[in-house]
């Protein structure tokens, strides 16, 4: 492992979110969101699965928790389900769904594990999505009021607090290219979602630094390296206009107070004036998602003009096949610290694969160990050429729903059965285990 020396309070940390692994999602109260809808729609999901079950880790969040402690990870980053704390998105509060997460962090607490609570992953309120969801400029307050319920409930006990997680994956597949709910194609109800999204940020940002004493306060950003597939000059513009999209349609208005060029044009009409200070609020620290490079082609047909460009077939990939370039990601980190100057979280990174247990019960899951140790190694340059990065969390804890594919990509540290629910934990959350404790001794403050 080629880490560079990391601080001892250096975080080590798994990542999951509420809709990919709860289940029960009609129990207790909890009210449905667009994915529980879409869910039920013909085609919205590749093997047809839905998130109902998933990993039940509604019920079996103490055998998840103690899991993790096994690990030796400090850090859990979940995300709270809106529709359990408020079924209608809005007006009447579900006790029983803040109870839940009253549960959840007091047992993360007790096994010495720090809670780090996303407000939203993605499972918006059907109720609010009836209202036109991100496409209302009410959004910004729906969620404001939202993080001012989960903050003064929860904020005597969590001060790691995200806001959104990957506003560019679920805006662009939710409203442009309908890979996601709520599944709209249309580039006025993107644009006003985009603006929206980044209104609420900020909105939230606001709630947080005022209701949580000592909140340490991020918002987490995919970014990946955008190529014009097949290096052709005729798939250049749809990689730049993507780049802004996918890249820095968020950041970018959220930490320099402003949008990139092509996208600032098309959003005007939908900025009003003061907007852009509303949105740009003082954060703590940048969260980033990452995976491998993307592709992007030409492709008139479509929302923007672009479409996703296929990966070049001698590109090596991992497990479900995306592309795994390292340097790129040691890449994205430098270049994250030249822009925003601000400490980093890798708060997600992993590969999936179809995992399944051999004959003696054991999941031997080589290529995701493959995956990380390469990744942590990038990760190790990019902090020796000066990145402040402060902290890793592998995606994922358990094998969960995985969105538009489903129960059938795997990319969890911990392989679920989903028939029977029995957790097993792989090769590779042994060897995440073993490198932390490696780390652990390696950094300890002297005696
Ligand atoms: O499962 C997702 C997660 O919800 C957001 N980031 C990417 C993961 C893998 O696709």
């Known amino acids: 492992m080629a880490l560079p020396q990391i601080p001892h309070d250096f975080v080590w940390g798994a990542s999951t979110s509420a809709y990919q692994i709860e289940g029960a999602v009609a129990e207790d ?6 994915w529980d809808t879409r869910c039920r729609m013909k085609g919205g999901v590749g093997d047809g699965t839905t998130g109902d079950v998933a990993c039940d880790h509604y019920h079996r969040y103490p055998e998840d928790i103690a899991l993790m402690k096994e690990m030796g990870v400090s850090a859990y980053r979940f995300s709270v389900a ?26 993360l607490l007790e096994a010495g594990i720090e809670p780090w609570l996303t ?44 806001t959104f997680n990957e506003f560019s994956v679920f805006t662009l597949f939710g409203y442009a290219i ?29 709630v ?15 970014r990946q390296i955008v190529l014009p597939e097949g290096g052709k000059p005729e798939n250049q513009a749809a990689a730049d206009l993507l780049n802004e999209h996918w890249n820095l349609a968020f950041p970018d208005p959220q930490l ?5 060029p092509q996208i600032a044009r098309a959003i005007e009409p939908y900025v009003q004036a003061g907007d ?23 492709d008139a047909d479509t929302t923007w003009g672009f479409t996703w460009g296929e990966t070049p077939e001698d590109a090596p990939t991992y497990g479900v096949g995306w592309p795994v370039f390292p340097d790129m990601f040691r890449d994205e980190l430098l270049a994250i610290s030249r822009r ?44 020796r050429a000066g990145a402040d990065v402060r902290g890793y969390f592998v995606w994922c804890l358990l094998d969960n729903f995985e969105w538009g594919s489903g129960l059938s990509q795997r990319f969890g540290l911990v392989h679920v059965d989903y028939q029977t629910q029995k957790r097993t934990p792989k090769a590779s959350a042994r060897w995440y285990a073993e490198l932390i404790r490696s780390v652990r001794r390696s950094s300890a403050p002297a005696a």
């Open 82 to 107: 809106w529709p359990r704390l408020l079924p209608r998105g809005r007006g009447a509060i579900n006790q029983a769904g803040l109870d839940f997460y009253d549960r959840l962090i007091d047992r």
């Open 29 to 34: 109260g909890r009210g449905p969101s667009i």
């Open 276 to 298: 852009m200070a509303r949105i740009c609020r003082p954060i703590d620290w940048f969260g980033l998602n990452h995976y491998g490079p993307i592709f992007a082609r030409a």
């Open 178 to 206: 309908n890979w996601a709910a709520p599944g709209v194609t249309d580039r006025v109800s993107h644009l006003r979602a985009i603006h929206h999204v980044n209104l609420a940020h900020g909105a939230g940002v606001d």
């Open 119 to 162: 407000l939203y992953h993605w499972d918006l309120p059907q109720a609010l999505d009836d209202l036109g969801g991100w496409t209302s400029r009410d959004a910004a307050g729906w969620f404001a009021d939202y993080a001012c319920l989960a903050a003064r409930r929860y904020g005597d006990r969590v001060k790691r607090w995200i």
């Open 256 to 260: 320099l107070g402003h949008y990139p």
């Open 340 to 383: 925003y100057r601000m400490p980093i979280y890798v708060t997600e990174n992993g590969c999936g694969g179809d995992d399944q247990p051999d004959a003696a019960g054991q999941v031997n899951d080589e290529h995701r160990i493959n995956f990380f140790k390469v990744y942590t190694d990038a990760m190790g340059e990019a902090m």
């Open 208 to 222: 947080l630094r005022g209701l949580v004493p000592g909140a340490s306060i991020g918002a987490i950003h995919n």
